[in-house]
Structure formats: structure tokens, C-alpha cells
């Protein structure tokens, strides 16, 4: 029963705001990387000569919004390759629009699956229909690999079950600039897809992964939230695995998710991480439910 009240609650806090949307901001990285914001989750776009690649896509009600902004605030040449960091919508919102216009989509092979596949999201209580045909990735990888586009190049890395079992870094080694996705939410805690296979210990595997491909002066893109550097991913990661420890230590006393949300384990981490999508008992909840179902 608590299961679905925290599910329900995570979604009224979801960013799915029914007001007017925020005006899309761009902002120049380096000579080759901007990054969009106000879209679902962080966006990066990398300009050539002759065309454009974009890591993520945003929003669905947003993809009309989002080509207009690159066109006119970074470049107007055709966006020709979409590099998904993961199957979630808010990241995959643009894949239709671009796929209909000949965009190569490319992801790790569970984001197509995921995405050609009808969803029921339980830790935000929302089902998602399959994704349309041209919106579906037709590139896909099982580990990494790199692309090329004009003075940058982008080597991407698959990570085990994380946010989800679809999830995919991007480093930009010529920029030191490094595009999360999901894998980390600056500064307050993060949407865990238990559905999916995402799972708290996972995400903190995953963040520490990421610290040995950055150094001080990496500039980092998150999933959500605003640009982070290194100190701001080991803070993550050591909450992450501060909570993992916890909530672990109650799954083997097998304490059910009720006594676990009334025992705060996270009451000293609140202040710090629980001021954004989720209140702390919801993401008790959902962290918690990501340890018994991975087990």
C-alpha cells in the first residue's frame, strides 16, 4: 500500500508542470559543446561544419521548442545524429520528430528495447506506450564506442542497472566535458526506475565509475540540475552509497517499506539532498523498493 502512495506522490513532483514552460536557456561550454537546460532532462549539442549532434532530446511537448532553439542559438544546420542517454521520455521527447526527419538515432541496445515496449513506470505510477516507429534507435551498442563530429569526439560507455538498465555516459575528451544523463541528478535526489531494473547501489556504482573519467577542471552535464564539477559527483556518490549502506542493512532484517520510511534513514541527509523532485519519504521508498526488487 505505501508502494503506491509514494509512487503517486513522486509523481506529483515529477517536473511534469502544467503552467507555461520555461523558456529553453542555451549555454556555450566550450568552442564545440553547449548545452541546452528547461527541456526535461540537460541537453548537449556539438555543431560541424555540415550538421549537428545532440545528446538527449527532452520533453515530447517540447521537440518543436527544442529545434528552434538550437537553430537559432547555436546552429542552423540539420541535426542529423541523436545519441539517447537512456529510454526515459523526458530524454527521448524529440526522437519521433527527428527520426521522422532522418535523424540517426543511436543507444545501448536495452534503450530500443525499452523504448519498442509498452511501460509501467511504478515509481512515478505512469505507463508509457511503445514509441513510434521512427523515434526508435537505429543504432545501437552493447558497451561503448565513439562518434566523431567536427573537432570533438564523443566515447560513450554503457553502465550496469543504474537509473535504469538502459543508461550511457558521454565524454568529450577534447573538451573535458562530461554528459551524465540520468546517472546523476545535481544536487537533490534522483529518479530511481526500479521497473527497469535501476537500483540505488547501482547508481552509486555508477557515479563512482564516473569519477575516474573526470578530473577538477571537467566540466559535468547532468541528467538534471545545473552544470557540476567533480566535487559536486563525489558528493553524490558518497550519498548514494551512504544510503545504499543503510537501506541495505534494513533489507536483511527483512523490515518492510513502511517501518522503513518511519525510521528516516536519510533524516541527516535531507536538508542537503531532498529539496527537489521527491519528498524524502517517497524516495525512502523508491530506494528502498530498488534494494528488495534487485535482490
Not at 189 to 216: E, F, H, Q, R
Amino acid at each position: 500500500m505505501f508502494r503506491v502512495a509514494a509512487a503517486g506522490l513522486a509523481a506529483s513532483r515529477f517536473a511534469f508542470s502544467q503552467n507555461a514552460p520555461a523558456p529553453l536557456t542555451v549555454t556555450k561550454l566550450s568552442s564545440s559543446v553547449s548545452v541546452v537546460m528547461g527541456n526535461g532532462g540537460n541537453i548537449a549539442v556539438v555543431p560541424g561544419d555540415d550538421s549537428v549532434l545532440i545528446v538527449d532530446a527532452g520533453l515530447p511537448d517540447r521537440a518543436n521548442d527544442l529545434l528552434a532553439t538550437i537553430s537559432d542559438k547555436v546552429s542552423a544546420k540539420p541535426i542529423t545524429t541523436l545519441f539517447n542517454t537512456h529510454w526515459h521520455f523526458d530524454h527521448t521527447g524529440a526522437n519521433v520528430l527527428l527520426g521522422g526527419k532522418g535523424t540517426r538515432i543511436i543507444s545501448h541496445e536495452n534503450t530500443r528495447a525499452r523504448l519498442s515496449a509498452k511501460i509501467t513506470m511504478e515509481a512515478l505510477n505512469r505507463t508509457f506506450e511503445p514509441m513510434a516507429a521512427p523515434g526508435l534507435p537505429v543504432v545501437t551498442f552493447s558497451d561503448g564506442g565513439s562518434i566523431y563530429q567536427g573537432a570533438e569526439v564523443l566515447n560513450y560507455t554503457h553502465v550496469a542497472a543504474a537509473h535504469t538498465d538502459t543508461d550511457a555516459y558521454v565524454l568529450f575528451p577534447k573538451s573535458n566535458i562530461l554528459h551524465t544523463g540520468d546517472l546523476f541528478f545535481n544536487g537533490f535526489y534522483p529518479v530511481i526506475d526500479y521497473s527497469t531494473n535501476g537500483w540505488v547501489g547501482g547508481m552509486a556504482a555508477a557515479a563512482d565509475k564516473m569519477l575516474t573519467v573526470v578530473d577538477n577542471s571537467t566540466k559535468i552535464i547532468p541528467g538534471h540540475g545545473p552544470i557540476a564539477d567533480k566535487a559536486a559527483l563525489k558528493a553524490y556518490r558518497d550519498m548514494l552509497t551512504t544510503v545504499t549502506e543503510r537501506l541495505t542493512k534494513l533489507s536483511k532484517q527483512k523490515m518492510p517499506v513502511e517501518k522503513v520510511v518511519a525510521s528516516a534513514p536519510t533524516k541527516d541527509l535531507d536538508a542537503k539532498w531532498g529539496g527537489g523532485m521527491f519528498k524524502p519519504d517517497a524516495w525512502v521508498a523508491i530506494a528502498y523498493t530498488s534494494i528488495l526488487r534487485h535482490a
